[in-house]
């Protein structure tokens, strides 16, 4: 028989409303805080009148197990901290909501849509608010570049363009990818000449047989994934 934890993570689409959990995270602010697991095992019990053992937290720090919704905030109780220190990015319009405790109400008055037609765009994580609508999301839900490109469905006309600047001339697609990127050009530009610098450190120059194919192998994953690696550039940056 399921218990209710197992129930509300159910109910709540295995989590969907989180970012996913985030181990290294939650090792850290309890590592910060100077508290053992079992300190913050009882802290985690006492907020959810449910008993937790100090294996179940180590599994989550090791990434063995995932807690719930429920339990994510009994953690971040214990921890003294948000919930969202705990999480990773956000990826979707819903998660942007949840982390700032927002009703769907309260963020389409402040985007200037009904009730209804911002649930939609939530629930199909589809965003097509005008430029005065685009601009109160940016000030409400302040959501990362990955999630907006995601939710305007142009993660994939962006990877078109990616591929083509890291294996052809770069500079020419910075103001391309910058209509669909909402980051200053400059940080697009940094961005595209490192791509495009680690691309060409792919080098098949001279091989043969298996070097040939393990190098192409390489070339093709990074090609997979430079939207990905579009992301972690920018992070970077704005660290």
């Known amino acids: 028989m399921p218990s209710q934890d197992d129930l509300h993570s159910l109910s709540e689409g295995e989590n969907a ?8 995270l939650a ?9 053992t ?11 959810r009148g449910h008993p937790l053992h100090p294996d179940v937290l180590l599994a989550w720090e090791r990434g063995a197990e995932v807690p719930t919704t429920r339990q994510i905030d009994a953690l971040a109780a214990a921890l003294w901290c948000s919930p969202g220190d705990l999480l990773g990015e956000p990826a979707t319009l819903l998660q942007c909501r949840t982390l700032l405790g927002l009703t769907v109400e309260q963020v389409a008055t402040m985007v200037g849509m009904t009730r209804d037609r911002y649930a939609e765009a939530e629930r199909r994580n589809r965003w097509r608010g005008s430029g005065r609508q685009t601009q109160a999301l940016f000030e409400v839900l302040r959501p990362p570049p990955a999630c907006f490109v995601d939710a305007c469905g142009r993660t994939g006309q962006l990877r078109v363009l990616l591929r083509e600047a890291v294996t052809g001339w770069w ?6 990818v910058a ?7 400059a940080e697009i530009r940094g961005a595209l000449e490192q791509l495009h610098l ?3 450190r792919i080098d098949n120059h001279g091989r043969t047989g298996a070097g040939a194919e393990a190098v192409e192998r390489e070339a093709l994953a990074f090609l997979d994934r430079v939207d990905e690696q579009l992301w972690r550039r920018l992070r970077t940056q704005e660290a």
Do not use: T
């Open 198 to 200: 680690a691309y060409q």
């Open 37 to 47: 697991h079992g300190q913050v095992a009882w802290a985690v019990s006492a907020f």
């Open 179 to 185: 209509k669909i990127v909402p980051v200053a050009p």
């Open 27 to 35: 090792v850290r602010v309890r590592e910060q805080l100077g508290l």
């Open 171 to 176: 500079p020419n697609y910075v103001r391309p």
């Open 17 to 24: 409303a989180y970012p996913p959990f985030d181990p290294r």
